[in-house]
C-alpha cells in the first residue's frame, strides 16, 4: 500500500480529536487495519464510541489542564515504548534476574558470554588493528563479561564448571592481553574468587575451600604464574599518568592476590613465589619507594609509599607461614641484605607516619623470621646485622632501639629443632639438646665486642 495513499484520505474531527487525548497507541497501523478493526470507521465498541462523545465534547479548559499534565508526567515523561517493547525490556530483566542467581545453567552462560566476548575482540584486534577505536566496543564486552564472573564469589562451589568448560586456559590467556587493564581485570577476579571471605565464611564446610584450591590449582597448571610475573615485570608504578594509577592497583592487586594464596594454602603460596620469581621482585620492591610525581613538596618527603609497605609485609608473611621459604631465603643471603638495608635507614630517624612505622615492623619481623634459622644466624653477622644494632641501639630512638632489641633477641635464641624423626630426638644426649651453638656465641661476643652492653 502506498504511504501517500493514507494522507489523501479525508481526516474527520473525530480523528482530529482524538490526537487531542493523552491515549498513547502501539506502532501506527495502516489505514485498512483501521477500517477492517472498526476504529473510527464503525461504532461497534461502545467503549470506543464513549471517547469518542468525551473527546467531541471536551473544552478548551480540559485541553489546557490535558496539556499541563502531559508536561508534568505525560507522554513527554513516559517511556513511549510499544507493547512489544515493553515485553522485550521485561524479558532482558528477567534473564538478568535468573543470571544473578546463580547455577550451573548460569554459570555456563556466563562462560560462553566470556567465550565469545574474547572470540569477538580478537577478530576485531586481528581486523582494525590500525584503528584502535574500532574495537574499542568489544574491548568493552570483553571487560564486562569477565566482571561478570566475579558473582562467582558468592557461590564458589561452582567453581568447578569454569574448568569443566575450559574457561581456564582463557582466563589465563587474557593474561597475556594487549589491553593491561584486560589483564588486571583477570587478576582482580582471582583476587575475589581466593579471597578469605569467599571460601571461609560461618557455616561453609571444607568443600568450599576445596573447591578454590582447585580452581587456582588449574590456573597454575596452565602457567598462570608465570603470566603473573610477566605481568608485574611490565607495571610501571611511577608513570606520571592515569596508566600509573592502575599500574599502581594491579600491583596491589597482585599482592593481595599472594595475601590470599598464603592463608588458602601455603604450598600454593610457595608455588607461586618459586614460579613467577616474587621473592626477588619484592626484595627490589621494599628497597625504592615509588612516589607519585607531584608538584606538590610534600611528595617528595615521601619515604615509604603503600605498595612498598605492603611488600614488606607479603615478604614477613611469606617468611612466617612456609618454613621452606624461610630457609631458602637464608640460603642465599639476598632478602637478609636487602633488609638489613631497609633497616639502615632509620639509625638516625623515626618513622613519620602509620605506613612508614607498620612498614619498620614487617622488615624487623622478616629479619626476626632469617635469623632464627642457623644459616641465618651467620649471614647475618656476615652482613654486620650485629654492628647495625648497636647503631640504632645508641641512637636512643625509641621504635629503632625497641625493635633491635627484638632482633637481637631472636638472633641469640638457640635455631628450632630440624625435623628429626622421634627416636632420633630421644638418642640425642641431653648436653647437645642444650647446647649454644656457634652462629649464637659469635653473635653474642660480635655484640659485647661492639660494645652493645653499654646501650641495654
Known amino acids: 500500500m502506498d504511504i501517500n495513499d493514507i494522507f489523501k484520505e479525508k481526516v474527520t474531527n473525530t480523528t482530529l480529536n482524538a490526537s487531542k487525548s493523552k491515549r498513547k497507541m502501539g506502532a501506527a497501523p495502516s489505514l485498512r487495519e483501521l477500517k477492517d478493526g472498526g476504529f473510527g470507521f464503525t461504532d461497534e465498541s461502545s467503549e470506543l464510541s464513549k471517547r469518542r462523545r468525551l473527546d467531541d465534547t471536551a473544552s478548551h479548559s480540559e485541553d489546557d489542564e490535558a496539556d499541563e499534565a502531559d508536561d508534568e508526567g505525560g507522554r513527554f515523561f513516559s517511556d513511549g515504548l510499544t507493547t512489544q517493547e515493553k515485553g522485550v525490556m521485561k524479558w532482558v530483566d528477567h534473564m538478568e534476574e535468573i543470571e544473578d542467581t546463580l547455577d550451573q545453567a548460569s554459570v555456563q552462560r556466563l562462560v560462553l558470554r566470556l567465550e565469545r566476548a574474547v572470540s569477538k575482540n580478537t577478530q576485531d584486534r586481528i581486523k582494525h588493528a590500525q584503528a584502535p577505536e574500532l574495537f574499542s566496543e568489544s574491548e568493552a564486552e570483553l571487560d564486562e563479561a569477565i566482571q561478570r564472573l566475579l558473582m562467582l564469589a558468592n557461590d564458589v562451589q561452582y567453581l568447578g564448571i569454569l574448568e569443566e568448560l575450559g574457561a581456564i586456559p582463557t582466563l589465563v590467556g587474557l593474561m597475556a592481553h594487549e589491553n593491561a587493564d584486560i589483564t588486571l581485570n583477570v587478576v582482580q577476579l582471582a583476587v575475589e574468587l581466593t579471597a578469605e571471605d569467599s571460601w571461609s565464611q560461618e557455616g561453609e564446610s571444607q568443600e568450599e575451600r576445596a573447591a578454590v584450591v582447585g580452581f587456582v590449582t588449574a590456573l597454575a597448571d ?235
Open 222 to 456: 596452565n602457567e598462570f604464574f608465570e603470566m603473573l610475573g610477566q605481568n608485574l615485570q611490565r607495571l610501571n608504578e611511577a608513570a606520571e599518568s592515569l596508566e600509573g594509577e592502575a599500574d599502581r592497583q594491579g600491583v596491589f592487586q597482585t599482592l593481595a592476590l599472594v595475601e590470599n594464596l598464603a592463608s588458602l594454602d601455603v604450598r600454593l603460596a610457595e608455588r607461586a613465589v618459586k614460579t613467577a620469581g616474587l621473592l626477588g621482585w619484592l626484595q627490589s620492591r621494599i628497597r625504592q619507594p615509588m612516589v607519585k610525581s607531584s608538584n606538590a613538596p610534600e611528595a617528595a618527603a615521601i619515604a615509604v609509599d603503600s605498595n612498598q609497605q605492603y611488600a614488606a609485609e607479603i615478604v614477613s608473611i611469606l617468611l612466617q607461614s612456609s618454613p621452606r621459604l624461610c630457609q631458602e631465603a637464608a640460603q642465599s643471603g639476598d632478602c637478609a641484605d636487602a633488609l638489613l638495608t631497609c633497616l639502615a635507614k632509620y639509625r638516625k630517624r623515626t618513622p613519620t607516619d602509620d605506613i612508614e612505622a607498620e612498614y619498620l615492623e614487617n622488615i624487623v619481623d622478616s629479619l626476626c623470621m632469617l635469623v632464627a634459622t642457623p644459616r641465618g644466624k651467620a649471614v647475618f653477622v656476615e652482613l654486620e646485622g650485629v654492628e647495625l644494632l648497636v647503631l640504632l641501639q645508641k641512637q636512643q630512638q625509641h621504635a629503632g632501639r625497641l625493635l633491635s632489641l627484638k632482633l637481637l633477641d631472636y638472633a641469640l635464641s638457640p635455631p628450632p629443632p630440624q625435623d628429626n624423626s622421634e627416636q632420633q630426638q630421644q638418642q640425642q644426649r641431653p648436653s647437645e639438646a642444650g647446647s649454644v651453638s656457634e652462629e649464637v656465641r659469635t653473635i653474642a661476643r660480635r655484640y659485647i665486642d661492639a660494645m652493645g652492653l653499654k646501650y641495654l
